[in-house]
Nanobody, 122 residues
Framework: VQLVESGGGLVQAGGSLRLSCAASGRILRSYIMGWFRQAPGKEREFVAAISWTGGSTYYADSVKGRFTISRDNAKNTVALQMNSLKPEDTAVYYC????????????????WGQGTQVTVSS
């Protein structure tokens, strides 16, 4: 499986960005998809995840109510809509796939994208 993120960039605080993750090489239909982020000098942290049906979603407390994860299994894509962005959301954002249930734990994810930079200015 190859995952490729897009949609990152520079935005002012309060603005919005939409990240996309496109998969190739294997159908993602049976995988849980997650988004993680890593800021300089910090550990990679969980942002959001979505079940393979799309019926269950999971969010870190820091983004709940501001970010929305979605997936389109027909197109083999996952998206992260980010609203009301804050400077502390600045990080490299990664898309990942897993067939295990501990969705908040980056160690259970088997496939990762290369990351896309999100920078939020104050």
């Amino acid at each position: 499986v190859q995952l490729v993120e897009s949609g990152g960039g520079l935005v002012q605080a309060g603005g919005s960005l939409r990240l996309s993750c496109a998969a190739s090489g294997r159908i993602l239909r049976s995988y849980i998809m997650g988004w993680f982020r890593q800021a300089p000098g910090k550990e990679r942290e969980f942002v959001a995840a979505i079940s393979w049906t799309g019926g269950s979603t999971y969010y870190a407390d820091s983004v709940k109510g501001r970010f929305t994860i979605s997936r389109d299994n027909a197109k083999n894509t996952v998206a992260l809509q980010m609203n009301s962005l804050k400077p502390e959301d600045t990080a490299v954002y990664y898309c990942a796939a897993t067939d295990r249930s501990a969705v908040w734990n980056h160690y259970v994810y088997d496939y990762w994208g290369q990351g896309t930079q999100v920078t939020v200015s104050s």
